[in-house]
């Protein structure tokens, strides 16, 4: 619910078979924690010396033609969830490259955003997950059609960077043996052991209100009549990880949605501390029976999830992309890779967490990738 040309490794976590992990996501997470440091001792001499590449880009424009963007006022929001902030940033950066003047991307949820950006509010964000968030777009305008006829999803940002689904802890798995979510709700004790508030259901700790995957949870248990066993608990998003984290502390059960790339998991670990819940196939929502390729790190195989893997966007409204060729080739063009976004959702839930903080690191990464990126430049410069 991510991209920056990464490297790869391998490792190793327990000694028992379902303490090992081979996904590929666990992996880019786990990558970041050791990371960090090296990626933040490297930022001043990548600065240093791609700085003159950013500069040498924009005089030359300046030098032969007004910037497209020049008096041209871009209004940005992002979703409220801080892990997003990092790539809004870089994207209201390289569109003030290009001679707009962003605003500051304003927090909003998703269910908010869709109707703003359709009539104009918004221009665009950089949080879109289209699985998860295609019903909002087509969700219907008051005036008529839909709000996927005013803005659209453009680009690929971060292909598959989205992993999501429930975890479900290691001991619990082993004390009722089941391998999937259903098989979990048709065991009384099972669902009695996961059943927080006495009132009957397992609880899931999920998303928040507004947030695209609250309804995907909520729809699954419709279709599967699964909704007379289980709820899920929609609260503030960071709280309900930090009761799961608490309980698994304190050797209770977890059964808590996540999304990736985050630094959660890297704190409940796939693999060590905790298990994706799995689904059958045909249990799942029409386009969510997608396969996540998690290796051992799953309670079933092949795992799907409860959600597709998904790309991560951008949304824009379409007038702005039409008016502005410039802003659209720089759009389509922008990759960013999860391991980045990794790297700073460790940063962020270290304490680097300010807009001034993540808006740096974004700079940084900029000045670190401009061989990739001033082709994106010199293309949409051509376009406006």
Known sequence: ??????????????????????????????????????????????????????????????ASAALPGEGVTVTMARGNWIETNFQNFVIQQLLEELGYEVTDPEEIAPATFYPAVAQGDYDLWGSSWPLNHTPLLEGESPEGGTFADKARYIGTMMASGALQGLLVD??????????????????????????????????????????????????????NGWDDRATQVSATYSALFAESQASFAGGGPVLQYVWTPTAFVGKLVPGRDVLWLAIEPEQALEGQDGVSEVGDACTNEPCSTMFTPSNIVVTANVDFLNANPAAASLLESFELDPLAVAVQAVAIDSGANSDEQIAGAAADWIAANRDVIDPWIEAALAAG
Do not use: Y
């Open 1 to 62: 619910m991510v991209e920056a040309r990464g490297a790869r490794a391998i490792i190793t976590q327990g000694d028992t078979p379902m303490q090992t992990t081979r996904g590929r996501l666990l992996i880019v997470v786990l990558m970041a924690f050791g990371l960090i440091a090296a990626a933040c001792g490297d930022d001043d001499s990548t600065s240093d010396t791609a700085a003159p590449t950013a500069e040498a880009a924009a005089s030359a424009a300046t």
């Open 170 to 223: 290691i001991p619990s798995v082993e004390q009722f043996g089941f391998t999937t979510l259903g098989e979990l709700l048709d065991n009384p004790n099972a669902v009695a052991h996961f059943d927080s508030d006495g009132d009957g259901k397992a609880d899931i700790n999920g998303c928040d209100d507004g947030w695209g995957c609250q309804k995907v949870i909520n729809d699954t248990l419709a279709k």
